[in-house]
């Protein structure tokens, strides 16, 4: 089966960026549901389990059920992790490589910050905005719709990505998307990306 993994922290510790009742009601809620529904599918077809990144990987084997479902369930799991509190991390801009290929990529942290921030207003509805690692080791900002992800559609590392369905924000900045994606930066985990860009350099 699969499972939910621990947040990595309490509920209230990305305020006041992001509030503590959001943080219980999408991971006790969205994100648990979409592994129970992920789990059931499964068992009612009789599938065998096999690693999320393999499923991700070759999702356009499987249903539209089990294609949002281990989105919803591989999205958030990386998510979480991606979070922060940065008073413990000493600060919520980016540092070592990360910061090397933002200033590469982008020019500096604003102009990367503002091309996400542009991206996410531009993805019509529900759906994400990630920056990934191509093959060549340039790096991209995109979206995807839904509970889709990069991964279903290149070969690529995820590095970061920021949910934008309203259940991510709605109970803090009401349908301001563009307020929540620039407050969001504040509990950024560099880490995360940084431990990545490090195995390709």
Excluded at 21 to 45: G, P, S, V, W
Excluded at 50 to 73: K, M
Aim: net charge negative; with cysteine; aromatic share 18%.
């Amino acid at each position: 089966m699969y499972k939910a993994i621990p947040l990595p922290y309490d509920y209230s510790d990305l305020e006041p960026y992001i509030d503590a009742e959001t943080m219980k009601i999408h991971y006790n809620k969205h994100y648990k549901t979409y592994i129970d529904n992920l789990n059931n599918e499964f068992n009612k077809l009789n599938f065998k389990i096999v690693p999320i990144e393999n499923l991700i990987y070759n999702i356009d084997n499987y249903s539209e059920t089990i294609r949002n479902n281990a989105g919803g369930y591989y999205n958030h799991s990386l998510f979480w992790k991606m979070l922060e509190n940065p008073i413990k991390k000493g600060g919520y801009l980016p540092f070592g490589i990360c910061n090397r290929i933002i200033n590469r990529d982008y020019g500096n942290f604003n102009l990367f910050k503002n091309k996400i921030i542009e991206k996410a207003k531009q993805r019509f509805g529900s759906g994400w905005v990630w920056w990934i690692l191509n093959t060549d080791g340039s790096t991209t900002i995109v979206d995807t719709p839904y509970q889709d992800n990069p991964q279903m559609y290149y070969d690529c590392e995820i590095l970061l990505g920021i949910d934008v369905w309203e259940h991510a924000y709605y109970l803090k900045y009401q349908a301001d998307r563009v307020d929540y994606v620039d407050n969001i930066f504040n509990v950024i985990n560099w880490d995360y990306p940084n431990k990545i860009l490090n195995q390709y350099s």
